[in-house]
């Protein structure tokens, strides 16, 4: 498909209730991204189905920001944020609102970044140190789509380099890479990046992100690039150095199987967002069955084709599509008839969502654990099982 232009939305607001009440009941509904041109960027984005603008280099698809367009429903045209705020909790759920806080904001932002050269050296502030400015922190995770070959994720401090020796490094011009540790970026793999983590993706990686919906990034350092006048683009080292962990020092994290034959893996799972594969269709017909949550849900096609049935309501999603699941939606069925490759992403209830099912499939729990990369999240149902 072909994603429409944006056009400014005349009234939509004053009915937003009845509006997103309506959506609501409909059911699922898919989601425009807002593709965004970066010197970075590059034509990669083709490869899992989205329609690119001619001779631009693109380097992200933000899929769930607050101005992306909803292509289905009663609400189509209107964006998804104004549905957030019209019915925070039809849309965004009991967790999704505890996830932002209470805030009126969708509460999974998903991006796909394709990055054809490194990324600016980087670092996010917590919910603590947010919360002064009135926001939330960003706590983040990537799954390795595609790598050339010899690729890397710059992630966290090098063991026994210091806060104070990093920053130097940063406010001195020096080879700030040479401080962080490398970890190659795999295609398949899943890493967790907590706030306060210092983090780069390296050139020659596509990824799907995952995030809190926050925009608070902290540039400590963009490889000496300048722009067309010979400028180079603002740096944050103070602000960051207020925020650095330099105890993260995040690892690929093993998926952990949830349904037979590898049919469901979870990637990934925290208190802010979980994730986990999906791959339908190798029968003659597939048939996946939701239970109803308290959070909405975000399913990315990467390969095939699937129809979605939620309020009785059926979209169907092909490959480079996303939808968007209310939470008040309730009989989610995902039907493959060809093979199909989904990315789910959702605010969990870490007991009943995630440690139970794994249990049920036989994972340890130490491999429960490490679905949270390094924050403690799963540890207190952990020791209470």
Same mark, same amino acid.
């Given at each position: ?58 380097? %992200? ?40 806080? @209470? ?13 054809? %050269? ?129 105890? @993260? ?55 095939? @084709? ?5 309020? @009785? ?73």
């Amino acid at each position: 498909m072909r994603y429409p232009m944006r056009p400014q939305i005349h009234g939509f607001a004053k009915g937003a209730s009845r509006i997103s009440r309506k959506a609501r009941e409909a059911g699922p509904f898919r989601v425009a991204p807002r593709l965004d041109p970066k010197p970075w960027g590059s034509r990669g984005l083709e490869r899992f189905g989205f329609p690119l603008p001619p001779h631009t280099p693109i380097g %992200e698809a933000v899929i769930t920001s607050s101005d992306a367009l909803v292509l289905d429903g009663p609400a189509e045209g209107g964006t998804l944020g104004t549905l957030v705020a019209a019915d925070p909790l039809g849309i965004a759920g009991r967790r999704g609102l505890v996830a932002t806080a @209470n805030r009126p904001l969708f509460p999974l932002l998903v991006k796909l970044i394709d990055a054809a %050269e490194n990324l600016s050296i980087q670092v996010h502030p917590n919910d603590a140190a947010a919360k002064t400015m009135d926001r939330l922190g960003k706590t983040e995770a990537w799954h390795v789509l595609s790598a050339d070959r010899g690729a890397v994720l710059y992630v966290g401090l090098r063991v026994g380099v210091s806060v104070s020796e990093f920053i130097a490094c940063c406010r001195h011009g020096g080879a700030t890479s040479d401080y962080l540790r490398q970890v190659p970026a795999v295609p398949g793999t899943t890493m967790l990046i907590p706030a306060g983590t210092v983090h780069a993706i390296g050139a020659g990686v596509l990824v799907y992100e995952v995030q809190q919906p926050s925009d608070i990034t902290y540039r400590l350092d963009d490889w000496g690039r300048v722009d067309a006048a010979g400028r180079p683009r603002e740096l944050h080292v103070d602000l960051g150095l207020s925020v650095i962990n330099a105890r @993260n020092g995040p690892e690929m994290i093993p998926p952990v199987p949830v349904g037979l034959e590898g049919a469901r893996r979870l990637l990934t799972a925290c208190r802010y967002f979980a994730l986990e594969q999906i791959v339908l269709g190798t029968w003659e017909e597939d048939i996946l069955e939701l239970a109803g949550l308290e959070s909405p849900q975000v399913l990315t096609c990467l390969q095939g @084709n699937v129809n979605v049935t939620a309020n @009785n309501a059926a979209v169907a999603l092909i490959k480079g599509e996303t939808m968007v699941i209310p939470a008040a939606c309730s009989g989610v069925r995902i039907r493959g008839t060809v093979p199909s490759v989904l990315l789910r992403a959702w605010v969990p209830d870490l007991e009943h969502e995630i440690m139970r099912p794994a249990q049920a499939m036989g994972a340890s729990n130490d491999a429960i654990a490490a679905l949270a990369g390094g924050l403690p999240d799963m540890g207190k149902y952990l020791r209470k099982s």
